[in-house]
């Protein structure tokens, strides 16, 4: 069975601190992690995703995860937030021995970027 | 380019009324499709997915059915709408081979009074 797990129901920043959301997950096999960020009324966007070969992976709106195989974990960062970084964000994993099956959701983390 | 439409994007409906929520994808063929639940803002619930015509996988039984007539619509359905339907439903698609990221569609707002 796969799994992820965003600890954090909230995380609050100040304006051009860095962000960290954080996400672990469970796989039998090796995981394919993507994250997700959804604004008020919207589907979620696809920011950035693991599949293999380097560990830190840069997405889009300058975001970068680093995925660490021993700790489980796949997080969320960004040097520098800015007040539009604001949204619900998604982590997810799907187990890369597990053909078309979909991938598994995290509940989400609430960013809230102060100006 | 692919898009993926959804509609509506918002609906109300009185409690034992049917439901109707139609997805289309544009610009590709035998993709992988489906429907997600959210409720309250938060984490996203598996209803439906579907990796070709006819093909339909239930992730949870309730009062909700799905279908897919067509290589690229998928549409989510109910005889009699219940309180508990409320949620905002999401489509999304992905290519039907390699690890491609899901695409959403911008969601329905279902309110069922």
């Known amino acids: 069975a796969q799994s992820v797990a965003q600890p954090e129901d909230q995380v609050n920043v100040a304006e051009g601190n860095p962000l960290t959301v954080k996400c672990t997950y469970s796989v039998s096999g090796n995981p394919y992690l993507f994250w997700y960020v959804q604004y008020p009324n919207r589907g979620l966007q696809f920011l950035l995703k693991y599949i293999t070969g380097d560990n830190l992976v840069k997405g889009s709106y300058g975001f970068e995860a680093e995925f660490n195989k021993s700790q489980t974990s796949f997080h969320l960062k960004k040097p520098s937030a800015l007040v539009s970084d604001s949204a619900l964000y998604f982590c997810a994993v799907r187990d890369n021995g597990e053909g078309n099956t979909p991938l598994v959701f995290g509940k989400g983390t609430r960013l809230s970027v102060i100006a | 380019s692919q898009t993926i439409h959804q509609w509506p994007a918002t609906l109300v409906q009185p409690v034992g009324s049917p439901l109707s929520l139609e997805c289309t994808v544009e610009?590709?063929?035998?993709?992988?499709l489906y429907w997600y639940r959210q409720a309250a803002g938060r984490g996203l619930q598996l209803l439906f997915y579907?990796?070709?015509?006819?093909?339909i996988s239930s992730e949870v039984p309730q009062n909700l059915s799905a279908s897919r007539p067509q290589d690229r619509q998928f549409i989510l359905s109910s005889k009699k709408l219940l309180l508990s339907d409320s949620g905002f439903y999401l489509c999304?698609?992905?290519?039907?081979?390699?690890?491609?990221?899901?695409?959403f569609g911008n969601g329905t707002r279902l309110t069922v009074t």
């Open positions: 999304a698609w992905s290519p039907g081979q390699g690890v491609s990221p899901l695409h």
């Open positions: 610009g590709t063929s035998n993709p992988n």
């Open positions: 579907s990796v070709g015509i006819g093909q």
